[in-house]
């Protein structure tokens, strides 16, 4: 097996990244996965435009703080000078650990400018933005990609050694098409497949949705690093399990009932203090709660009640109240919505 080393330093030989995540990998909930275990966060997407031309929004998204190293800065755009401006800036202006490229991206609204997976169908255009982003900045640059635009055009070793040989540091494939969107299953040889390929760490992604999964991922693709997106809902302990069983120590089952909501309020503490419009981010959070709840009997109401706050201390009196009430013999509902059935638009 080839040696492959990480191009900033990582706590673990097998790294655990936290997915890049528009409107869930936002700095709370990479300093909460951080501080249970994950290894390596990665920015929501951003578009290189928007940085470029200074766009308040995409700029406040930039925020983190040194808790969350190593960080990544994703980004994404069509335009390799576009994207050359937008990592100079990002480098001088916050520092990161690495600058991502995303190539996986399948939103219509952003492939329909070349954009994320719009790019799949260009290698030349991959290994052009990927030359002109290293060029612009003394940070690794790292990409995530897809395994190729269509069934027909599915070539992920193909596509990872373009990366490579452009420059790449780390390549993370997420092993589905831009086509199947969400659908069907990641093709976890054809992460072993690029694993084998290529000189530099790949990260395995798709999927998992259990510490043991992450387990699986690993023994069947020999991956140099594991990335969990929505497995981690709900669930940031999922990283400190994931780890466990990599290193073959002892896991610690999940939280019970009350420190579940323990996690979740301090989650939303985090959020609180971050985010200036505190009713927005009450808003925002909703998702989150409805995560956090999932499978506790009766979890039907308490989901529809959480669904409807708008500040973040009607939570704690929420919480407080379903534990007075809460029977532990109780069984789970059956009625929970997946997580992982989550089609989001991008990715
Ligand atoms: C809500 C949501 C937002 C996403 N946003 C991004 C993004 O900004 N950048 C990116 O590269 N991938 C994004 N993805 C894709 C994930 O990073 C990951 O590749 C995908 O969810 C498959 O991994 P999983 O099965 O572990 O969730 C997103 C996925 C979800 C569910």
């Not at 001088?92 to 690495?98: K, T, W």
Request: glycine share 8%.
């Amino acid at each position: 097996m080839k040696r492959k080393s990480f191009p900033f330093p990582v706590p673990q030989r097998v790294p655990l990244y936290l997915a890049p995540m528009a409107g869930v990998s936002e700095s709370p909930f990479r300093r909460l996965c951080h501080a249970h275990g994950a290894d390596v966060v990665v920015t929501e997407f951003l578009s290189a435009e928007g940085i470029r031309r200074e766009n308040e929004a995409t700029i406040s998204k930039l925020r983190f703080t040194e808790a969350e190293r190593p960080i990544g800065v994703q980004i994404f755009g069509a335009d390799p000078a576009a994207m050359a401006d937008a990592a100079a800036m990002v480098t001088d202006l916050f520092a990161p650990d690495f600058v991502d490229i995303n190539f996986g991206c399948p939103v219509k609204k952003v492939v329909r400018r070349n954009g994320g997976s719009g790019c799949l169908r260009d290698l030349d255009l991959v290994q052009s933005i990927i030359r002109a982003v290293s060029r612009a900045t003394p940070l690794p640059v790292t990409c995530k990609i897809r395994s190729g635009w269509s069934e027909e055009m599915r070539d992920p070793v193909g596509i990872a050694l373009r990366c490579q040989d452009a420059g790449a540091r780390v390549l993370a494939l997420h092993a589905r098409t831009r086509t199947q969107m969400y659908t069907g299953h990641a093709n976890w040889d054809e992460i072993a497949k690029v694993a084998e390929a290529l000189d530099i760490p790949v990260l395995g992604n798709g999927d998992i949705k259990s510490p043991q999964d992450a387990l699986r991922m690993h023994e069947h693709t020999r991956c140099d690093g594991v990335m969990i997106g929505r497995g981690s809902f709900g669930q940031p302990w999922i990283f400190r399990q994931a780890r466990a069983l990599l290193d073959g120590t002892p896991v610690a089952s999940s939280p019970g009932v009350a420190e579940r909501f323990a996690v979740a309020l301090e989650h939303a503490r985090l959020v609180q203090a971050y985010e200036v419009d505190p009713i927005g981010a009450a808003i925002e959070f909703r998702k989150h709660l409805g995560w956090y709840v999932k499978g506790l009997p009766n979890s039907a109401e308490l989901r529809q009640r959480l669904h409807q706050v708008k500040d973040f201390a009607e939570v704690e009196g929420i919480f407080t109240g379903y534990l007075a009430g809460w029977n532990p013999e109780a069984s789970p509902s059956p009625d929970e919505p997946d997580p992982m059935s989550l089609t989001c638009e991008v990715g």
